[in-house]
């Protein structure tokens, strides 16, 4: 089956500049994650959607960040302005629906590194 | 204090020994991750327990549920496992894995 897909790969940007990332998930997957993993830490989640609604956007900067998965498949992470401690891998991932005792199906997309200089 | 602790955060090892990376965790779990991150690459997922102990090829992972820790171990190490190896908590309520800071191990020929 195919992965989950992420981009673009690399991005630098100024200081108060804009950026998004895409990520387009598992087939079947109701469930998608974006993490942010900043040099040296281990990865921690911003926000996650089961199909087009967010189940925990407690650690999402909202005065800066945005996500959205308006049908339920694709997802776009937005920063603006961005910050120069923004500057980490956005990592996608996505499982199968959450809560229903279903432990498999947990994938990882390659990553966005992002540096804001 | 971070709800998954990894140790050691640094491992360097010759080739063919025996490596032990330990995680403990401090909240509920659904299942405990080992993934797997080369640098500039992605995360692969390695291992996912809920109890006892798995294996794949040379690496074995073991979870005691009681005393909420996980071992993750390679037999005969090879260069070609270096890498971060990372232990995640599986959140029972949401499915968000709660990761621990990870393990750099490097393998010298």
């Known amino acids: 089956e195919a992965g989950v897909a992420q981009s673009p790969r690399y991005k630098i940007i100024e200081k108060r500049q804009s950026v998004a990332f895409w990520c387009n998930p598992i087939s079947g997957h109701a469930t998608l994650y974006w993490y942010q993993q900043i040099l040296g830490q281990g990865p921690k989640l911003l926000i996650q959607f089961q199909n087009n609604g967010v189940v925990d956007d407690s650690q999402l900067p909202k005065d800066r960040f945005s996500a959205e998965r308006l049908k339920g498949v694709d997802s776009t992470l937005k920063i603006q302005p961005a910050k120069l401690e923004d500057s980490a891998v956005y990592l996608c991932?996505?499982?199968?629906?959450f809560g229903q005792g279903n432990f498999g199906g947990y994938t990882f997309g390659s990553g966005t590194r992002l540096t804001v200089v | 204090k971070n709800e998954v602790e990894q140790s050691p955060q640094n491992l360097t090892a010759q080739e063919g020994e025996f490596i032990t990376i330990n995680c403990s965790y401090s909240v509920g779990i659904s299942a405990l991750h080992w993934l797997q991150q080369h640098p500039g690459g992605g995360i692969v997922s390695l291992f996912m327990?809920?109890?006892g102990k798995k294996k794949h090829g040379r690496l074995i992972a073991t979870i005691n549920i009681q005393e909420k820790h996980s071992s993750l171990h390679i037999t005969a190490s090879h260069p070609r496992d270096s890498a971060v190896y990372i232990c995640a908590a599986r959140s029972p309520n949401t499915d968000k894995l709660i990761f621990g800071t990870g393990t750099r191990l490097q393998v010298f020929p």
């Open positions: 327990l809920s109890s």
């Open positions: 991932a996505s499982s199968l629906s």
